[in-house]
């Protein structure tokens, strides 16, 4: 079924290009392609073949829509671009490769490959891609409604319906001469009669010999039409077609125009005369088919040569590549791609001319005249083979002004003529804690360079035309404030108050335990844990700092062979070394704390005492319950956690863990305390207490081996002495 026409196809398939898809209309796909004419059509057809993008050379020849196929690319292009390009849209292609990089609409643009540039969109050639589309299906026609104007031809089926004194129904096929024969009547020429007036001939001519009775006359199956398609088609040829069919269904039959083919003029021949032409543009932008001519038997439908064509980009609604009709001029191409967007800039319109026998040239032309004024010199024809571009207005906007800082409603500005500060910011405007005395207006000098200019509005709403100063686009206006943000600490664990608290400037540590009621029963002061922001980028600091100097030795180290040693020595070092960089990255991926040692205790013993700090906006206390246990880790043969005992000292919580391991280095033993502090002398590690960490660092590994380096050593001075041995015998 031909898509709109109820028509039955009875001619042969069409044919499909080495790719797989129809010779005439390329649709997108991800994979390169190239489509071929059909074989009869080939020596006929010239440059009806597509061109793959892919297969386009960068520099244009001298006439590019005369080009070869076989043209070959110097930077291959893929993706959507890899659909093909016919004769025409290739020749557009090469001027637009150039003019068309600063007219594409975000997202327009293809992806380009890594550190290629970005390459605009091809134009195609409009219209063609209606006829894209494969016929699905051909079934028979016979229940399609008829309109009254039908017209009546051999092998059309007449039902004709009587009842009252008479039933009957009778089915009548209209003869190759036109009749049908009705009992009593006898026959009747209905040949070329439209439906309406058949119906009315059947009931007169019944009326002569019958009374009193009803008469209905309904169409039954129709009949079909041999038409001939031909010219610039996808497939030419006759093909056999419902009663019904137009014109375009009959080129939909054929596939479609080629992209050579005309889709302004296409013609219909009736007994070697032209009875009309179709302009498929009316049809396809205003739906117009009043020239959509109903076909008979025998009829011609020929599709010339395409005319001339010129196309536009830019900012219109639909780029393409459009063919001419008549004188056409800008404006009509404008027209035909759907008018222009809003951000388009008519000032300057630029059109690329391909002139005979001579390099192209670009022409600049005003084209808001024409539409402001109706000026026709801005408005000129368009040639064939114009390539017409309209840009983009300026993005930016000017005539504004930006405010910000303490006023209650910041933003964007109109700049208004003449406008002064004080019109701009009025007292209303501005918040309670601004100040206007300090009102700052940044602007841009004409050597780019920022100029700050200061305002006091107080005196400029007094009338001071000195203070209120004459706005310019794009100044910047800042309304100052001696307002600071609330300085918060958070206090957390046991407090009797936990949360929270805003803190006055140069407020201390106790004065805020104060407000927090102290601490619980629970509290162990001990373990509390103080944190600052402002030490934690110390902290972060520091930290990249030591592991940049870890990997330094670490690579120092790995690099350096380990004197005396053996292959699965050194093999088993690198081990080591690759370990201690995993763990090293570890440490790098730590988050800072920020911790600071503060020995806490009740507010009225902290105050006064070194450790009573003045809080900062940041900071954070949190207090926890008594610990139960001593953390052991390190150097040992079991990293856990043991029990606390009153009066045990580190070599019992040592011992517990299994003991110290090969690698354990006891001279560097030493106690991190639960407030964060650390003490390594032999008489503090005899006192531990719940909440400390007792730490064993491994010692470094000997760089000399002595053994080995004993056996390399005779072996070398043995060797030697074999040598003069051997030596003396010769000599």
């Given at each position: 079924m031909l898509p709109g026409s109820g028509t039955q196809y009875q001619g042969a398939p069409r044919q499909l290009g080495p790719s797989g898809v129809s010779p005439c209309h390329a649709r997108p796909t991800w994979q390169q392609q190239t489509v071929s004419v059909p074989v009869p059509r080939q020596s006929q057809a010239g440059g009806g073949a597509g061109v793959p993008v892919s297969q386009v050379s960068a520099t244009p020849p001298g006439d590019a829509r005369g080009a070869s196929p076989t043209t070959q690319l110097s930077q291959?292009?893929?993706?959507?671009?890899?659909?093909?390009?016919?004769?025409?849209?290739?020749?557009?292609y090469f001027d637009s490769l150039q003019s068309l990089a600063g007219l594409q609409r975000p997202g327009s643009a293809q992806r380009p490959a890594a550190g290629e540039p970005a390459r605009p969109e091809p134009l195609r050639q409009y219209g063609y891609t209606t006829f894209a589309a494969d016929v699905s299906t051909f079934a028979p026609v016979d229940d399609i409604p008829v309109g009254p104007d039908y017209v009546l031809g051999p092998?059309?089926?007449?039902?004709?319906?009587?009842?009252?004194?008479?039933?009957?129904?009778?089915?009548?096929?209209?003869?190759?001469?036109?009749?049908?024969?009705?009992?009593?009547?006898?026959?009747?020429?209905?040949?070329?009669?439209?439906?309406?007036?058949?119906?009315?001939?059947?009931?007169?001519?019944?009326?002569?010999?019958?009374?009193?009775?009803?008469?209905?006359?309904?169409?039954?199956?129709?009949?079909?039409?041999?038409?001939?398609?031909?010219?610039?088609?996808?497939?030419?040829?006759?093909?056999?077609?419902?009663?019904?069919?137009?014109?375009?269904?009959?080129?939909?039959?054929?596939?479609?125009?080629?992209?050579?083919?005309?889709?302004?003029?296409?013609?219909?021949?009736?007994?070697?005369?032209?009875?009309?032409?179709?302009?498929?543009?009316?049809?396809?932008?205003?739906?117009?088919?009043?020239?959509?001519?109903?076909?008979?038997?025998?009829?011609?439908?020929?599709?010339?040569?395409?005319?001339?064509?010129?196309?536009?980009?830019?900012?219109?609604?639909?780029?393409?590549?459009?063919?001419?009709?008549?004188?056409?001029?800008?404006?009509?191409?404008?027209?035909?791609?759907?008018?222009?967007?809003?951000?388009?800039?008519?000032?300057?319109?630029?059109?690329?001319?391909a002139q005979p026998n001579a390099e192209r040239v670009t022409v600049d032309v005003d084209l808001s005249q024409y539409y402001l004024k109706g000026d026709r010199t801005s408005n000129p024809p368009v040639n064939g083979g114009d390539l017409v571009l309209i840009y983009r207005s300026d993005p930016r906007i000017y005539n504004t002004i930006k405010v910000e800082g303490a006023v209650k409603y910041p933003g964007t500005y109109e700049l208004k003529p003449m406008m002064r500060i004080a019109q701009l910011l009025p007292a209303d405007k501005l918040l309670p804690e601004a100040q206007p005395e300090r009102v700052e207006i940044a602007r841009r000098r004409p050597d780019l360079a920022v100029e700050i200019i200061p305002v006091n509005l107080k005196k400029a709403w007094g009338g001071d035309q000195d203070q209120d100063v004459l706005l310019r686009p794009l100044d910047e206006v800042a309304v100052r404030t001696e307002l600071?943000?609330?300085?918060?600490?958070?206090?957390?664990?046991?407090?009797?108050?936990?949360?929270?608290?805003?803190?006055?400037?140069?407020?201390?540590?106790?004065?805020?335990?104060?407000?927090?009621?102290?601490?619980?029963?629970?509290?162990?002061?001990?373990?509390?844990?103080?944190?600052?922001?402002?030490?934690?980028?110390?902290?972060?600091?520091?930290?990249?700092?030591?592991?940049?100097?870890?990997?330094?030795?670490?690579?120092?180290a790995a690099s350096t062979t380990v004197v005396g040693a053996e292959k699965e020595e050194v093999a088993s070092q690198q081990q080591a070394l690759q370990v201690q960089r995993e763990a090293l990255r570890a440490l790098a991926a730590k988050v800072a704390v920020g911790r600071m040692v503060v020995r806490l205790d009740t507010p009225e013993k902290l105050r006064g005492s070194p450790d009573d700090i003045i809080l900062v906006d940041g900071d954070s206390l949190e207090v926890a319950e008594p610990p139960a246990s001593v953390y052991v880790l390190g150097a040992v043969r079991?990293?856990?956690?043991?029990?606390?005992?009153?009066?045990?000292?580190?070599?019992?919580?040592?011992?517990?863990?299994?003991?110290?391991?090969?690698?354990?280095?006891?001279?560097?033993?030493?106690?991190?305390?639960?407030?964060?502090?650390?003490?390594?002398?032999?008489?503090?590690?005899?006192?531990?207490?719940?909440?400390?960490?007792?730490?064993?660092?491994p010692k470094q590994e000997e760089k000399i081996r002595v053994l080995p380096t004993i056996r390399d050593v005779v072996q070398t001075v043995g060797a030697a002495l074999l040598s003069f041995a051997a030596l003396a015998v010769l000599f």
């Open positions: 291959p292009i893929a993706g959507r671009e890899a659909e093909e390009l016919s004769r025409i849209e290739t020749g557009f092998g059309d089926d007449l039902t004709i319906n009587v009842w009252g004194p008479v039933d009957a129904t009778v089915v009548r096929t209209v003869d190759r001469n036109g009749r049908i024969v009705l009992p009593k009547v006898g026959d009747l020429r209905v040949w070329g009669l439209t439906f309406s007036q058949a119906d009315r001939l059947i009931r007169e001519q019944l009326a002569r010999y019958f009374r009193g009775f009803q008469t209905s006359v309904t169409m039954g199956r129709l009949r079909t039409l041999r038409v001939h398609v031909v010219g610039e088609v996808c497939q030419p040829g006759v093909y056999t077609l419902s009663s019904l069919a137009t014109l375009t269904n009959a080129l939909f039959s054929a596939g479609g125009p080629t992209k050579l083919g005309s889709l302004r003029e296409v013609r219909l021949l009736r007994n070697g005369h032209q009875v009309g032409t179709l302009d498929l543009y009316d049809f396809l932008q205003r739906g117009d088919r009043t020239r959509d001519f109903r076909l008979e038997s025998g009829d011609t439908v020929f599709v010339p040569t395409v005319g001339e064509v010129a196309a536009i980009a830019g900012e219109v609604k639909r780029p393409a590549i459009y063919e001419l009709r008549g004188q056409a001029r800008v404006s009509d191409l404008v027209a035909l791609a759907g008018g222009i967007t809003p951000s388009s800039y008519l000032k300057r319109v630029q059109i690329v001319r600071k943000a609330a300085r918060l600490v958070t206090l957390s664990g046991q407090l009797v108050r936990p949360g929270r608290y805003v803190i006055a400037e140069g407020e201390r540590l106790s004065s805020l335990l104060d407000r927090a009621g102290g601490f619980t029963e629970r509290a162990y002061l001990r373990s509390a844990v103080f944190t600052r922001q402002a030490l934690q980028k110390v902290e972060k600091e520091r930290l990249d700092e030591f592991v940049r100097v870890q990997e330094q030795r670490m690579f120092a079991t990293s856990t956690s043991v029990l606390w005992v009153q009066g045990a000292s580190a070599e019992y919580y040592v011992n517990r863990v299994g003991g110290l391991t090969k690698e354990a280095d006891k001279k560097e033993l030493h106690i991190v305390k639960a407030d964060g502090s650390a003490l390594s002398s032999f008489t503090n590690l005899r006192d531990v207490e719940p909440g400390d960490t007792i730490v064993v660092p």
